[in-house]
């Protein structure tokens, strides 16, 4: 497919997902307070491109897409990527000519704490394919390559030099938790969905304060920060407005999240995601986890609260006809199929 002949194949089976929602991407990287899930959705209309995730446990017959990573005019400005035909994606096609626009959003360029400095800084001597001192610089996909001194996207061209609204050179790393139990009744019985028969999964859904598109609570991973730690904070943050709570509700919202998030989880997806601020220099990049409460005993004693980004946060009956922000969607019927969960009331083809 378009957009792989310039990544070896394991690094492709390991990065590339199919796509699935043309709603915005995740906003842009700020401050804790703001860069949960970013900007305005009108900035950010048909992000993250339909694509379908990589299925941990199978990534076989995996395709690739890299077509919101080419989308113009860039999130939040004016400017224009460089055309890049679908047959000169790839990095191993010879392209002399080859002209991409250079463009750093100013927000970037003002140094924020979360944005590294500008790659000719004589101050900045960043140590990519590794960990580099508190900022992950390692790639979900693998090794990616580095030239004249800049890191490339690992799936190929965009058309777009620089880091555009993205505060790191290379990848830059997110986290969604998926927070599930299963629907039940008055009598807490499980139930079933009346065509299908299997049970109807819910999960912790916010409604963005932004732009109104229900999505799964989670943001970008702080500097030092580990994944397991970022979905925790995340979930609280968003589900459970921990950010307000006094020192002693919040100890006793961590005693009792401790259980859910300590047991066993999935992992439905790690790696690049096709993203509208995607550049040749930066990418976005995620891992979105199943938290799963079976007998619903500990949700059920954690009173959801929207915080930080969400305006309000809910339990959402999960099927085909609930559409979400980003690529969510898909990470959700991944899940739903993990758990042999109802989905879909006419079952189609696989992709």
């Known amino acids: 497919a378009a957009g792989v002949s310039g990544v070896p194949r394991a690094v492709a089976v390991l990065s590339f997902a199919v796509a699935l929602s043309a709603q915005p991407a995740r906003g842009l990287l700020r401050p804790r307070s703001a860069h949960r899930h970013g900007g305005p959705c009108n900035l950010f209309a ?11 446990f199978n990534s076989s017959s995996v395709k690739s897409s890299h077509s919101k990573s080419l989308t113009s005019p860039y999130p939040g400005s004016h400017v224009e990527r460089s055309l890049v035909p679908e047959d000169k994606v790839g990095w191993l096609t010879e392209w002399k000519d080859y002209s991409p626009v250079e463009y750093t959003a100013g927000s970037v360029l003002a140094g924020p704490n979360w944005a590294d400095p500008q790659i000719n800084d004589k101050s900045f001597s960043p140590k990519f394919n590794e960990r580099d001192g508190e900022v992950e610089r390692k790639s979900l996909s693998g090794l990616y390559v580095v030239e004249n001194g800049r890191p490339r996207n690992p799936v190929g061209r965009t058309g777009l030099t620089g880091r555009g609204l993205l505060g790191r050179w290379g990848p830059n790393h997110a986290a969604d938790p998926v927070v599930t139990r299963w629907k039940r009744d008055g009598s807490g019985n499980k139930v079933a969905h009346p065509l299908t028969g299997k049970n109807i999964l819910q999960f912790v859904a916010i409604k963005r304060r932004d732009c109104g598109e229900w999505a799964i609570p989670g943001g970008m991973v702080d500097p030092g920060e580990k994944i397991s730690a970022t979905l ?68 059920d004693n954690l009173p959801l609260e929207a915080g930080d980004d969400a305006g309000v946060v809910k339990w959402v009956d999960i099927s085909e006809k609930i559409k979400l922000y ?11 199929e993990k758990r042999g969960a109802h989905w879909s009331e006419d079952p189609g083809p696989e992709c």
């Not at 980003?326 to 739903?336: D, E, N, P, Q, R």
Request: hydrophobic share 30%.
């Open 326 to 336: 980003a690529s969510h969607s898909y990470f959700i019927k991944l899940v739903t």
């Open 232 to 299: 925790k904070r995340e979930f609280e943050e968003e589900a459970l407005n921990s950010l307000e709570k006094s020192p002693e509700e919040k100890a006793e919202l961590e005693k009792q999240l401790q259980k859910l998030f300590s047991q066993e989880h999935f992992v439905v997806y790690r790696g690049y995601v096709d993203d509208p601020r995607n550049t040749d220099n930066a990418w976005m990049e995620t891992e979105a986890v199943n938290y799963h409460d079976e007998t619903g005993e500990t949700m």
């Open 46 to 56: 048909n992000c993250w491109s339909h694509l379908c995730p990589v299925n941990m």
